[in-house]
């Protein structure tokens, strides 16, 4: 059971993915998404203060909730990446799907 509702967070996914290039790591979402919206992810943090590891579980709940989104799937292995504290770790990878990029970036397929 989770300890917050993550939904206003959640509610601002498309527009940080939109903001995004077209592949980006998990961990650049996610730093995106805390600096748009700083009340409300310390408000996650702050739920799962008592915990051991409370950037680590809100981190994983909004890297999951990456995959209930249209505007972006998984892509390729895992990578490499920095986490918040710096430390590599690893991390999914995911491509904004075609919806997703706007008209002005999208190829133009000639017959």
Known sequence: MSLHDFDELFS?????I???DEVFT??????RLAQ???RAYIEA?????NSLAPFQQVH???ADMLNNTR???RCGEEQDSLD???SPQSCSRWRKTPSAVPASETPVRMG
């Open 45 to 49: 943090l702050n739920a799962y203060r």
């Open 12 to 16: 601002h996914y498309s527009e940080v």
């Open 84 to 86: 918040i504290w710096r």
């Open 26 to 31: 998990a961990h650049q979402f996610i730093l």
């Open 71 to 73: 505007e972006c799937e």
């Open 36 to 38: 748009r919206n700083q």
């Open 18 to 20: 939109a903001e995004m």
């Open 60 to 62: 994983q709940r909004l």
